[in-house]
């Protein structure tokens, strides 16, 4: 259920509400000036996390040089606040401006998919700007919207900022649902009576609470812990599986491929889908290192258990485009 900011707290954040429904009105030539701005504050004075970015970067790239290192950096920063305007833009921007700018292909698929009957788990990164990913809905047909269509995501503990993205990441019309309800909800569609099916997106490259029960694979050249939840999920209740695979073609400009990994999660070896994921991640990584969230701390609590053999690759992806 989603928590409601109390008064207080409505009237102290009016200011912030106000600010960022003026910036989002801007139009994209000014919001990526205020970016560049933002990128001399952020890199160069406040110096955001960079000692956690350029551990990340080291550890991650051990051949690459200094310079090569610093420029990913730069480059990284430049993506960050790039991300933050984007955003912020979401509360103002028009469907045909979102189509423009975030081109989805193969939708045709996923969407005989969910009409055929079968439910969708979609798995995600923290690459490129995955808040609009959602914009996805603008490419299905009317029909298919029917179907119950949402996100996974991590409630903040400050009640006002929690509702802020909520609105954010409704704006296409689809639904949040907290982490901790994940299970509930996917169970519960399936069981409807009205014969809806879920599409359902996974933030999947988190660090797992802990990591026992979840699949250990050598990622970036760290011994890495990923979510198994998620095709745990899938495997359950006999879903298909895709990727957004999103990659920048422009500034402001990213294209998406629904990439299937499997058309049913149940008939694959134990494992396949996330190993799936994690090299499609690495590879993606490694075309466009500056396109992936470095300030988080992905490795912040080491994984001392040796990798996991990979399981039979599936569906084997181009990752050269």
């Known amino acids: ?139 299905m047909p009317e029909e298919a919207r029917r179907h119950f269509i949402g996100q996974i995501y991590q409630p903040l503990n400050n009640r006002w900022m929690d509702r802020f993205f909520l609105k954010l990441r409704g704006r296409f019309r689809t639904t949040c649902v907290a982490k901790d309800d994940t299970l509930r909800t996917v169970a519960s569609v399936q069981r409807s009576a009205d014969g809806r099916r879920s599409l359902i997106g996974y933030i999947a490259d988190q660090h797992p609470r802990h990591n026992a029960g979840n699949r250990i694979v050598q990622f970036l050249n760290h011994p890495t812990a990923f979510l198994s939840g998620t095709e745990a999920i899938a495997r359950h209740f006999d879903m298909a599986v895709f990727v957004f695979d999103m990659v920048p073609t422009g500034r402001g400009y990213y294209r998406v491929t629904l990439r299937r990994l499997s058309a049913d999660a149940s ?40 990798p996991e053999p990979p399981a039979s690759l599936i569906n084997p992806i181009s990752y050269d485009e």
């Not at 396949?272 to 992905?298: C, G, M, S």
């Open 1 to 139: 259920m989603t928590r409601r900011p109390s008064f207080i707290e409505n009237v102290v954040y009016a200011p912030l509400w106000l600010a960022l429904h003026a910036l989002a009105l801007l139009p994209f030539r000014l919001l990526y000036l205020i970016s560049d701005s933002l990128w001399l504050l952020v890199y160069g004075i406040v110096r955001y996390r960079v000692k956690v970015v350029r551990q990340n970067l080291s550890e991650s790239f051990p051949d690459k040089s200094p310079e090569e290192l610093r420029l990913i950096e730069r480059k990284f920063y430049h993506h960050l606040c790039d991300y933050f305007v984007e955003t912020i833009k979401l509360l103002h921007i028009s469907d045909e401006q979102m189509r423009r700018r975030c081109v989805m292909e193969n939708v045709d698929e996923v969407t005989s998919t969910l009409m055929s009957g079968r439910s969708i788990a979609v798995y995600a990164a923290h690459f490129g700007n995955w808040e609009w990913l959602t914009s996805i809905v603008l490419s």
């Open 267 to 306: 008939a694959e070896q134990e494992g396949a889908i996330t190993d799936a994921f994690a090299l499609w991640l690495e590879r993606r990584v490694n075309r466009y290192p500056e396109q992936w969230l470095w300030t988080h701390k992905r490795w912040k609590r080491p994984v001392t258990t040796a």
